[in-house]
């Protein structure tokens, strides 16, 4: 009796999907479709579909992409690119967080607050560009400035969101215990909130690189942005696809090992 | 000497202007290792007075003595246990036991060892190391009373402990603080709106009146334990119990009707004026 339930339950999965959940290759799914969209490249641009002066074939951008990397300057570049980033990031976070905070459990500082917050991020980030050009210069600073509006927005919401939601019986428990602010600080109100920092931290993250990207085009501040904007004015396009694969890349491995890594923690007790 | 906790007077506004009155010189005695129950009408100001108990709160005027000293902060010895348990769900189960005495700056291996003690006593032994999502609301309760207890209370405020859980195990769970307060001989002292289970624990209820609230009656229960709930003086204390809140209800509920009758007639006075005047102008 035993077996033939066994059976019938086995019997409706086919082969392949055997396979793939007793491998856990399920999970490894989304190569599938990545893997076709690069095929149906190469083929489109091999039989001159499309132009080879308009989209260069995918094995030649990955000729040039393995070339590329193992040029310092180019990796220089890169790391330009993700320096900016990570500053800029920092330097939101570090605003963010201590004024999301106190609007989260202050009424009146929030009231005063995040009006001006809202009217500030309603504005088009990027519209600022060309006046932090003219007060810093097509550099760094600019780029950084920039990266950190735009990251501060996210952060800001979401940490004071999450501060909101502590339930007020988790403060009636650090008081009864005798904790002190500190204390209650790191552990209690960091982790409960931190759910929420980890999730705004990862929308300003992907924020920042179309940030950073775009002022390095439209100023031609140092970095992969800029190189992207050169060689493909330059004509020559799998240099340029090249350079876009590379911080593809980058993005993917540091948003995975990163923030998987939080993200990991936060769902053991989620 | 006084007793063991005292309520001298504990009066509380919710407001700075004191129109919002919650408790009305509230007054009585709680003997060491006793075990009290405060009953009263829903919103009756019960939790506010076991939180002025705690030192979440401080009255409007009178106090709370704890040992013949007053509470106008936590204290050490006086712990509790939450309604909706109060966990911390980034922490195992260990990890919340010990979260008292770590803010107590005990080692961390003496810590672990008096955390598992009491894990053990709430008999939650091998669920260490799981996390409170992983636990159904009766274990989550005892994490919360094992933490309580883990600090070496001589107070156990409890705060609607057993309302979240579901009846059978909530009934299972009142044996065991029923057997834990025998055991360890600490004083509790529980707020509830369940009266079957107000007698069946305490030593002591005290029944408060709507708001704001007062002292009704305090009722000594000298039933033997463990207590049964269908045994005759069982049933005749909880009638008892009830009448009383039921009086007490009825009251406020007239007191509101007459209220509104007043504002009623209010309205039909203005009403007949309006219409005088009117008449008046024609």
Sequence with gaps: ?270 | MGAHVELDNVTKFYDAKERLHALQEVSFGIERGEFVSIVGPSGCGKSTLLKIMAGLDLPSSGEVRFQGGPVRGPHSKISMVFQAFGLFPWRTVLGNVEYGLEMRKTPKKERVEISTEYVDMVGLGGYEHMYPKQLSGGMKQRVGIARALAVDPEVVLMDEAFSAIDEVTADVLREEVSEIHKELGKTFVLVTHNLSEAVELSDKVVVLSSRPAKVKQIFSVDLERPRDRTHSSFIHMHKDILRLLKEELENTMIRHKLKGISELQKLHDMEAAGREDVKEHS
Excluded at chain 1, 1 to 21: A, C, F, I, W
Excluded at chain 1, 36 to 46: H, K, L, N, Y
């Design chain 1, 1 to 270: 009796m035993q077996v033939s339930v066994e059976k019938q339950k086995v019997l409706p999965l086919s082969l392949t999907s055997r396979v793939l959940t007793q491998n856990r290759l399920v999970n490894y799914l989304w190569v599938l479709p990545l893997a076709i969209g690069f095929v149906a490249w190469e083929i489109v641009t091999r039989f001159s579909l499309v132009p080879q002066s308009d989209l260069p074939t995918f094995s030649g951008v990955l000729g040039v992409f393995f070339t590329s990397i193992q040029d310092p300057t180019f990796l220089l570049r890169i790391a330009h690119s993700f320096l900016n980033l990570t500053c800029g990031l920092t330097l939101a976070f570090s605003l963010a967080l201590p004024l999301a905070f106190v609007a989260g459990s202050r009424n009146h500082f929030d009231l005063t607050l995040t009006p001006l917050v809202m009217l500030a991020g309603a504005l088009p980030d990027l519209s600022f560009l060309p006046l932090l050009v003219l007060w810093f210069g097509p550099g760094s600073a600019a780029a950084v400035i920039m990266a950190s509006l735009a990251a501060f927005f996210p952060i800001y919401f979401t940490v004071r969101e999450g501060t909101k939601n502590i339930p007020r019986e988790l403060f009636h428990v650090t008081t009864i215990f005798r904790s002190n602010r500190t204390s209650t600080f790191t552990k209690m109100v960091l982790p409960a909130i931190s759910p929420y920092v980890f999730s705004g931290l990862r929308l300003a993250y992907d924020f920042d690189w179309e940030i950073i990207i775009a002022i390095e085009i439209a100023t031609r501040v140092a970095g992969i942005g800029s190189f992207i904007e050169g060689t493909i004015s330059a004509g020559s396009l799998e240099s340029g696809f090249a350079a876009i694969l590379a911080i593809a890349l980058v993005a993917i491995v540091v948003d995975r090992v990163f923030f998987g890594t939080l993200e990991s923690w936060a769902r053991k007790w989620i």
